[in-house]
């Protein structure tokens, strides 16, 4: 494995900061295991074992530094072949490229890319920060994922649900506050009506095929439930069932 690269400066990233103590380890490691092009495997299993192979660490908390790190602008996470892989942002600006060719396919080769194209080239917090005051990456402006998520009525596909959630806020079309409500009220409406799981939808699409407007704030009404035509409205009789015993024993 060659040598990595990691400058001074990133002590001072405001970046870095943001990111809790196991999140920014995860980002070290993963630039020791990332091949020459920066990409490495993106299933948590295999990330867990290739950076953490002495330690007990939950895929679940490995999944959780990896969408802070999607977020935060310093990895991107894409699939091909219906497999998911990572990239780390401008890893080509500070790192030597030896080999001839990637272990792993290229985002650019995929259409179905976690993060927007729009973002080519985000902040990377490895680099010389000459301006600290400059604009995050947009893509943290998806701040509220993991609310969305949890709201959610049904499990989801994570990397599907991101792709779809953050490409309706780089179109600018909803505000990420309405999507979060947008779960929630979806979640009450298959509570009320007692929607069985297989008929609610997947969250990714109820988000790629604008499912979710018809519970934007001011659009949803919720839903009214009446026994109206069911088993409650038939009349009940009352019957002396000791009487009936005792008719039936008779004959």
């Known amino acids: 494995m060659p040598n990595r690269i990691i400058k001074e400066s990133i002590c001072r990233s405001d970046s870095i900061d943001s990111l809790s103590w196991f999140e920014e380890v995860l980002f070290y490691r993963l630039i020791v295991v990332c091949d020459d092009y920066g990409r490495f495997d993106g299933r948590p299993a295999i990330i867990r074992g290739s950076c953490f192979p002495l330690k007990d660490i939950r895929l679940e908390h490995i999944e959780s530094a990896l969408s802070k790190l999607s977020t935060a602008g310093m990895v991107r996470r894409y699939e091909a072949g219906r497999r998911p892989y990572l990239q780390l942002i401008s890893w080509e ?7 001839k060719k990637s272990k792993f396919p290229s985002p650019d080769e995929t ?5 927007s194209d729009d973002i080519r080239c985000p902040r990377n917090p490895i680099q010389s920060e000459s301006n600290p005051n400059r604009n995050p990456n947009p893509i943290a ?14 499990d989801c596909n994570r990397y599907l649900t991101e792709t779809a959630y953050i490409d309706l806020l780089m179109a600018g079309k909803v505000a990420e506050v309405d999507l979060v409500r947008c779960a929630k009220n979806y979640a009450e409406s298959c509570r009320i009506l007692k929607t069985q799981e297989r008929y609610i939808k997947n969250a990714e699409n109820f988000l790629k095929d604008f499912a979710f407007e018809k519970y934007l704030p001011g659009r949803y009404k919720k839903p009214e439930v009446t026994n109206k035509g069911g088993f409650n409205d038939f009349q009940q009789n ?3 069932f000791e009487q009936l015993e005792r008719e039936i024993l008779s004959n």
Do not use: T, V
């Open 238 to 240: 009352d019957y002396d």
């Open 141 to 154: 402006r998806a701040e509220h994922f993991e609310e969305f998520l949890s709201a959610y009525p049904k």
């Open 111 to 115: 259409c179905n890319q976690m993060i």
């Open 93 to 99: 600006r500070h790192q030597q490229i030896r080999a």
